[in-house]
């Protein structure tokens, strides 16, 4: 017999094949003639205890040709539903053709159907656990959508372009793709894992987490070169071809040692990365699905932040901890974050002592110490024009203006140092609130002083060789005190406009140590102080200056304003060795910055050195009680 030929005719025809009955090397034919509701249904059954090899190629929507390893030929004309019954063998089924191709799995873990675009599709059962279906191109563009069920399923995608299934029901028969460009994993309902190897040969694999429990998962592993993730266009490069992603909560990101950038949107974001070690961290972008659990780093890690006004932050943990902190990058427990097209960075230290060492640069930054643990947070700063310190609300909260770079605020930090090696002038500048300020700055080391203002944090400024403390409106008190020899620090002390008792001064030489010190006052609110082995404090906008000598019998002395006769007024307060000087300009009646003094020393001396020989005046007023003056040859006035 050369062909068997099988005619339905009119009607819902059911027709059987057992190859294991008829093992015929000849053709057969079926056509199922034309239905009446159900359609023809024709169902083929492999030989018991044989692992069967059947191919299946569609040409319609009814039509077809199966083929098995035997050699044995099924043409399949006018049906409506083809079934293909394993035995249970291991059996193997093949659907070839150009298109899209649909893999659907059924009630048992070897049962499924699969379809090649609109044409007449095969649904098979029992092919036995080893069994594997193969979906095979043949057009160069092909594509296989693999659907899992409604409940909690897992894709494994292999190296080989395998797709492995296991759901509620248990581990499916592996899905094949054999010369196959694009995948298409489809997770429906439930609670979804996707594990794709990078190593696969797919140019372009689809995942659609589906509408589950929004708890639907990517794994990531085994990429041969740099990855991206671009969070703004739901795509991922470097593991094989582009993957495109649906419905994700969460993408885990194994990167194989190898560069990793993660972009945002093109809107505006704010993206979160919180380093766990050196080589893995978290990472998530407006709060939103998916986070992104990123791990294996190689040498770079970045963060892109799209289009947009971005802010990057980057969180520290709970202990302690040191950050490097410039307008390109973040580095922390061994881990750097690149980052890119970011207008504003924060950096969130936690709990812990944090030190955060900070070059400003091109973007805003902000660092936010976290409450504090013993000694408290750090802030370390390295700029390279003149900084201005700004104190904020509260003591621990402030912030740098920098000459040429963005500023840097902070939150949470108790201590600070600002390196002026690199600055213009080894300058630095240091304001008050606008309110009633205490400004109190004091020499460490040489080129090297603390400033603090009000219950803020103390900021060392070192490299140092000028600082200016700026009290702005309010009556401010401001101190400096000089407390190393050879300080090589010029201060410029500018009070700013006073409201009612207005700016007092003290400054404070070395202990142990007669200074030298000499006042010279230049207007009624200006002046500037000298020493024998200091460099100068200089006065402006200031109502009350003082000098203290720390009872180092210190011999100062008050100059009067340059080419001009002076008249000096000492009035001595209570103290043996203290008093007041008040200095007025005699041609024009106009008074200079007078200067307290106290704590000279009992053996301390005041001197009054008068720039008109014949025409200035010093007058000595006494006490309340009973005065004793003398007058010595040398004009010292007792």
Same mark, same amino acid.
Request: aromatic share 6%; no cysteine.
């Given at each position: 017999v050369a062909t068997v030929n099988l005619q339905g005719k009119n009607g819902d025809d059911d027709f059987d094949v057992d190859f294991a009955l008829i093992a015929l090397a000849t053709a057969i034919t079926i056509d199922g003639g034309l239905p009446s509701t159900g359609g023809d249904l024709v169902t083929v059954t492999g030989t018991d205890g044989t692992v069967d090899s059947f191919t299946w190629t569609p040409a319609t929507a009814n039509n077809g040709t199966l083929t098995t390893g035997t050699g044995q030929s099924l043409a399949i004309t006018n049906a409506e539903a083809l079934t293909i019954d394993g035995e249970d063998d291991g059996d193997t089924l093949t659907v070839t053709?150009?298109?899209?191709?649909?893999?659907?799995?059924?009630?048992?873990?070897?049962?499924?159907?699969?379809?090649?675009?609109?044409?007449?599709?095969?649904?098979?059962?029992?092919?036995?656990?080893?069994?594997?279906?193969?979906?095979?191109g043949t057009g160069g563009s092909d594509i296989l959508v693999a659907n899992a069920t409604n409940g909690d399923d897992t894709f494994d995608v292999s190296n080989l372009n395998v797709v492995d299934l296991t759901s509620n029901t248990g581990n499916h028969v592996d899905l094949l793709?054999?010369?196959?460009?694009?995948?298409?994993?489809?997770?429906?309902?439930?609670?979804? +894992? !996707?594990? @794709? *190897? %990078?190593?696969?040969?797919?140019?372009?694999?689809? /995942?659609? #987490?589906g509408s589950g429990d929004a708890d639907d998962t990517l794994n990531l592993s085994n990429n041969a070169g740099a990855a991206a993730i671009n969070l703004g266009t739901s795509t991922i490069t470097g593991y094989s071809g582009t993957l495109t992603y649906t419905g994700l909560a969460t993408i885990n990101a194994n990167v194989n040692v190898q560069n990793l950038t993660v972009t945002a949107t093109g809107?505006?974001?704010?993206?979160?990365?919180?380093?766990?070690?050196?080589?893995?961290?978290?990472?998530?972008?407006?709060?939103?699905?998916?986070?992104?659990?990123?791990?294996?780093?190689?040498? +770079? !890690?970045? @963060? *892109? %932040?799209?289009?947009?006004?971005?802010?990057?932050? /980057?969180? #520290?943990?709970?202990?302690?901890?040191?950050?490097?902190?410039?307008?390109?990058?973040?580095?922390?427990?061994?881990?750097?974050?690149?980052?890119?097209?970011?207008?504003?960075?924060?950096?969130?230290?936690?709990?812990g002592?944090?030190?955060?060492?900070?070059?400003?640069?091109?973007?805003?930054?902000?660092?936010?110490?976290?409450?504090?643990?013993?000694?408290?947070?750090?802030?370390?700063?390295?700029?390279?024009?003149?900084?201005?310190?700004?104190?904020?609300?509260?003591?621990?909260?402030?912030?740098?203006?920098?000459?040429?770079?963005?500023?840097?605020?902070?939150?949470?930090?108790?201590?600070?140092?600002?390196?002026?090696?690199?600055?213009?002038?080894?300058?630095?500048?240091?304001?008050?609130?606008?309110?009633?300020?205490?400004?109190?700055?004091?020499?460490?080391?040489?080129?090297?002083?603390?400033?603090?203002?009000?219950?803020?944090?103390?900021?060392?400024?070192?490299?140092?060789?000028?600082?200016?403390?700026?009290?702005?409106q309010g009556d401010d008190d401001i101190t400096v005190d000089l407390e190393v020899a050879g300080l090589d620090i010029?201060?410029?002390?500018?009070?700013?406009?006073?409201?009612?008792?207005?700016?007092?001064?003290?400054?404070?030489?070395?202990?142990?140590?007669?200074?030298?010190?000499?006042?010279?006052?230049?207007?009624?609110?200006?002046?500037?102080?000298?020493?024998?082995?200091?460099?100068?404090?200089?006065?402006?906008?200031?109502?009350?200056?003082?000098?203290?000598?720390?009872?180092?019998?210190?011999?100062?002395?008050?100059?009067?304003?340059?080419?001009?006769?002076?008249r000096f007024v000492h009035t001595p307060t209570n103290a043996a060795d203290g008093g007041r000087i008040d200095i007025t300009d005699i041609g024009n009646d106009q008074r200079g910055l007078g200067v307290e003094y106290a704590d000279l020393g009992l053996m301390g001396a005041v001197q009054f050195n008068g720039t008109a020989a014949t025409t200035d005046a010093l007058i000595a007023v006494g006490t309340t009680s009973n005065d004793d003056f003398r007058i010595e040859d040398n004009a010292t006035v007792d």
């Open positions: 053709g150009t298109g899209r191709f649909v893999h659907t799995p059924g009630n048992t873990a070897d049962a499924g159907q699969i379809a090649l675009n609109s044409l007449l599709g095969v649904s098979y059962v029992n092919l036995g656990a080893a069994g594997t279906v193969t979906a095979n793709a054999g010369t196959i460009e694009s995948l298409t994993l489809v997770g429906f309902a439930g609670q979804d +894992t !996707f594990n @794709v *190897n %990078g190593a696969n040969t797919f140019t372009a694999i689809n /995942v659609q #987490g809107g505006d974001d704010t993206v979160d990365v919180t380093p766990a070690d050196a080589t893995s961290g978290v990472l998530q972008a407006n709060g939103a699905n998916p986070v992104v659990n990123y791990s294996n780093l190689g040498a +770079t !890690f970045t @963060v *892109n %932040g799209g289009g947009g006004e971005d802010t990057l932050v /980057v969180h #520290g943990n709970e202990t302690g901890e040191t950050f490097t902190i410039t307008d390109a990058l973040v580095t922390v427990g061994g881990q750097t974050v690149n980052y890119s097209l970011v207008e504003a960075l924060t950096v969130d230290g936690q709990q002592n944090d030190i955060f060492n900070v070059t400003p640069g091109a973007i805003e930054i902000f660092i936010d110490g976290g409450q504090p643990v013993g000694m408290g947070d750090t802030l370390n700063l390295i700029p390279a024009g003149v900084p201005t310190f700004s104190p904020g609300p509260e003591g621990d909260e402030g912030g740098f203006a920098i000459v040429g770079a963005n500023p840097v605020s902070f939150d949470h930090i108790e201590a600070a140092t600002v390196n002026l090696a690199g600055v213009p002038g080894n300058a630095a500048f240091v304001m008050g609130t606008g309110d009633d300020d205490e400004i109190t700055a004091w020499g460490v080391a040489a080129n090297s002083a603390n400033v603090v203002v009000n219950n803020g944090p103390i900021v060392n400024y070192f490299n140092a060789m000028a600082l200016t403390l700026q009290g702005k010029v201060f410029n002390v500018q009070g700013g406009l006073s409201e009612e008792s207005g700016d007092r001064l003290r400054v404070t030489g070395v202990d142990g140590v007669n200074d030298g010190a000499t006042w010279t006052p230049t207007t009624p609110e200006s002046g500037t102080f000298s020493f024998t082995a200091q460099d100068n404090v200089n006065v402006t906008d200031v109502e009350i200056v003082i000098y203290d000598g720390e009872s180092d019998d210190e011999l100062f002395t008050v100059n009067g304003p340059a080419a001009a006769a002076t």
